[in-house]
T-cell receptor, first 113, second 114 residues
Framework: DTAVSQTPKYLVTQMGNDKSIKCEQNLGHDTMYWYKQDSKKFLKIMFSYNNKELIINETVPNRFSPKSPDKAHLNLHINSLELGDSAVYFC????????????FGPGTRLLVL | DQQVKQNSPSLSVQEGRISILNCDYTNSMFDYFLWYKKYPAEGPTFLISISSIKDKNEDGRFTVFLNKSAKHLSLHIVPSQPGDSAVYFCAASASGGGADGLTFGKGTHLIIQP
């Protein structure tokens, strides 16, 4: 059973479009995250979400918005996609907000043309 | 500003020998360190971690050493096996800093030669 899953695995779209990436975890974890791995291969935190508390990395443009319908899901919506948004996006989860060990999904490879 | 640095982009080791991957950090607030392993087209997989109250943690073939005064940690894999070929990321967090996420290094690509 996949612990943290993401869909789609690949996403190719045009500049200016709006797209969503879905994430689900079946670990019963309380906290979920979105990370971005850019062309330089750095993995950087974008958001963490715990019990409806959202913590945003201030460098993330407000075109990006996480939405959590329930504790097991944290979806990422991106409006007005730009070329620089092309990256691999990873969802992760942890037992609690203070738990350091995070478990990652397989990633979504986004290409904006 | 890289707070976690992995200065070796790649490392080649013969099968059966010891692999040593290094990581340096600059933020003295970091108190929990992790190593993740990543295969192509997959997400990072948790490997081993260490708290700043320890200087060594061992799990099977994997041992992580922490030198707080030098702000340096290393991952030892012995003996190295072909399946260990992957990218290894060092990550750090500060006191239950889950909400702030993990700070990752750029990764080291480990290649195990048969």
């Amino acid at each position: 059973d996949t612990a943290v899953s993401q869909t789609p695995k690949y996403l190719v779209t045009q500049m200016g479009n709006d797209k969503s990436i879905k994430c689900e975890q079946n670990l019963g974890h309380d906290t979920m995250y979105w990370y971005k791995q850019d062309s330089k291969k750095f993995l950087k935190i974008m958001f963490s979400y715990n019990n409806k508390e959202l913590i945003i990395n201030e460098t993330v443009p407000n075109r990006f918005s996480p939405k959590s319908p329930d504790k097991a899901h944290l979806n990422l919506h991106i409006n007005s996609l730009e070329l620089g948004d092309s990256a691999v996006y990873f969802c992760a989860s942890s037992q609690a907000v203070a738990a350091e060990t995070q478990y990652f999904g397989p990633g979504t490879r986004l290409l904006v043309l | 500003d890289q707070q976690v640095k992995q200065n070796s982009p790649s490392l080649s080791v013969q099968e059966g020998r010891i692999s040593i991957l290094n990581c340096d950090y600059t933020n003295s607030m970091f108190d929990y360190f992790l190593w993740y392993k990543k295969y192509p087209a997959e997400g990072p997989t948790f490997l081993i971690s260490i708290s700043s109250i320890k200087d060594k943690n061992e799990d099977g073939r994997f041992t992580v050493f922490l030198n707080k005064s030098a702000k340096h940690l290393s991952l030892h894999i012995v003996p190295s096996q072909p399946g260990d070929s992957a990218v290894y990321f060092c990550a750090a967090s500060a006191s239950g800093g889950g909400a702030d996420g993990l700070t990752f290094g750029k990764g080291t690509h480990l290649i195990i030669q048969p």
